[in-house]
């Protein structure tokens, strides 16, 4: 998911929104150090540890597809939806054996059960507030099929560097790009922001764009009081090429939630 970016450029600009359709192209130039593979083999070997056996897989927040490339090739029935209708478009062409619907993911039905319902690259956090998280946990439960899982990632709020950014850079025709991205937590509140920095250089020419998306800010320890409702809930260390427990120090995890009867109260 992404939207637009404030332009703060040393060149003309472009308006936002033509900003935010276009950068909807270079969606895989910013998540180009992303090892797409290996999460998705991952998350189905914690299918395959948790999970009822099914292949019916749905990915929330998928961007352009990336995933649901690597799950359908793995051999799984797999959809994905997302609130962005050109990253939809792309995803489809990338895709074009899935289903792919423009959905919040804190309020989505399905047609049918799922087996495994996934939400990679942290976006679990673009509830951006408590009550939507738990619209978004109540949403994939409903989604899901006896015995089915939920994987996803997240950051704890208390573990947050704000002054840690992630940055890398990619070419793209003519232009060079550079992607610096990190989180910043206030240290009180329920939300937490995602500061992202694109830069663009065409020659000598260079326009740079600030943006900060609103992301939902919880602890560990507050996440999974939210999903043991709905869950059984596993923790374990963010690591997609081993599977170990959560160390309860390091602040990014993975989950893994098998669905469990709710009872009518929690409804």
């Not at 472009?14 to 895989?28: I, W």
């Amino acid at each position: 998911m992404m939207r637009a970016l404030r332009p703060s450029c040393d060149q003309p600009s472009m308006p936002g929104n033509a900003l935010y359709t276009d950068l909807s192209g270079y969606y895989d130039l910013m998540c180009a150090d992303i090892d797409y593979p290996a999460q998705s083999h991952c998350v189905q070997r914690l299918q395959q540890l948790f999970g009822n056996g099914g292949k019916r897989h749905l990915d929330l927040a998928c961007g352009t597809g990336p995933h649901v490339r690597h799950f359908i090739d793995g051999g799984y029935q797999s959809a994905g939806l997302d609130i962005n209708q050109p990253m939809l478009d792309k995803a489809a062409l990338r895709c074009p054996e899935a289903q792919f619907s423009q959905q919040d993911m804190c309020g989505f039905s399905v047609g049918e059960p799922q087996d495994l319902i996934t939400c990679f690259l942290y976006s679990i956090h673009y509830s951006a507030s408590i009550a939507r998280l738990k619209e978004c946990i109540a949403s994939v439960h409903a989604a899901l099929a006896p015995g089915g899982v939920f994987c996803f990632n997240a950051v704890d709020k208390q573990q947050i560097d704000n002054a840690l950014f992630a940055s890398h850079n990619a070419q793209h025709g003519a232009d060079l790009f550079s992607f610096s991205s990190g989180w910043h937590y206030a240290g009180t509140g329920e939300q937490q922001t995602l500061r992202l920095r694109i830069e663009r250089t065409l020659a000598d020419a260079t326009q740079v764009w600030h943006d900060e998306h609103p992301m939902v800010a919880v602890s560990f320890a507050e996440l999974q009081a939210l999903l043991q409702p709905y869950f059984e809930v596993h923790v374990l260390e963010h690591d997609y090429q081993k599977l170990v427990p959560w160390n309860t120090r390091s602040g990014n995890a993975l989950f893994a939630c098998v669905k469990v009867d709710v009872p009518a109260t929690v409804i």
